[in-house]
């Protein structure tokens, strides 16, 4: 495994090994990995003949008030999970390299952006779509790994990518959990004890509104009341957002069928987490 900090020098490595017919995947994070980044780690494996995951930590996606200063960063842990994965390389560039000092080049995804997180964080897909739109063009990935759990984001990127002709398949890997049901993410780290068992709520108010569909019950504005009757049941956890959308567009939905997305994100003291389900459309 190589880690390489250089745009230029992982464009010109990502370019030999296309020229000579290899497939590349590609695995974006921001490191603090956990078993949800090795899930798309194993995936892009399996799919993939050169694996490249990026670390990199984007000031840009963060609003003044957010955990940027303190976002965990363990690069020597996350090197090793990722050679013991088996990755080819890591890149893994400095800010000065992604943003340079005059850059003024700005990627945004107009009426779907200020949706869900978007509406919650102004400006926050700004920075995540022009992140990865560049490290789309460094690395040229012939497939690049999301994760479920970041829903909005998915959506986001897979109409950049229609809209700007990237030529990228775009997969989208189950969310992983812990043994209780709590979603996996660098932020869980930043809990306390009390404040991890509070966290269970979210999968259980997705569980209550999953209990009820399987019940039959399709309405989106009842199984709204119900998710966050559920959420209200712990005191401590500031609810930011419990919706029923599009899982393409992002648009709210009036009656649950397949595609439709049940979004959550709460605040436990500093922390935010989010989680979701997705009912799948049926196949024709």
Not at 160 to 185: K, Q, W, Y
Not at 190 to 212: D, F, G, H, I, S
Not at 247 to 275: K, Y
């Amino acid at each position: 495994m190589l880690t390489i900090s250089s745009a230029g020098e992982m464009a010109a490595v990502v370019r030999e090994a296309r020229r000579s017919g290899k497939r590349v995947g590609f695995v974006p994070t921001m490191g603090a990995l956990h078993p949800g980044h090795l899930s798309l780690v194993h995936t892009a494996r399996a799919q993939s003949d050169v694996v490249v995951t990026s670390i990199f930590v984007n000031p840009a996606q963060f609003g003044p008030k957010e955990d940027f200063s303190k976002y965990p960063r363990t690069f020597e842990k996350d090197s090793g999970v990722l050679a013991a994965a088996k990755v080819d390389y890591i890149f893994a560039p400095s800010v000065e390299e992604m943003y340079p000092k005059d850059a003024s080049t700005w990627v945004e995804v107009e009426g779907i952006s200020d949706k869900l997180d978007g509406k919650s964080r102004p400006g926050h897909f700004r920075g995540v779509t022009t992140v990865v739109s560049k490290l789309f063009n460094i690395v040229q990935p012939d497939l690049a790994f999301f994760g479920q759990k970041d829903a909005a984001q998915v959506a986001i990127v897979r109409k950049m990518v229609r809209d700007l002709n990237f030529d990228v398949h775009i997969v989208v890997c189950p969310t992983v959990r812990e043994n209780d049901g709590l979603a996996m993410s660098s932020r869980n780290v930043y809990l306390n004890p009390e404040q991890r068992k509070q966290a269970t709520v979210l999968y259980r108010a997705l569980m209550r509104v999953q209990l009820l569909v399987d019940r039959g019950e399709r309405n989106a504005a009842k199984l709204i009341a119900a998710g966050k009757q559920v959420i209200a049941e712990e005191a401590a956890v500031r609810l930011d957002y419990f919706e029923i959308v599009d899982n393409d567009t992002l648009d709210p939905v009036t009656t649950v069928s397949g595609g439709a997305l049940v979004a959550v994100a709460a605040h436990l003291g500093e922390t935010r987490l989010i989680d979701n389900i997705v009912f799948p459309k049926r196949r024709t």
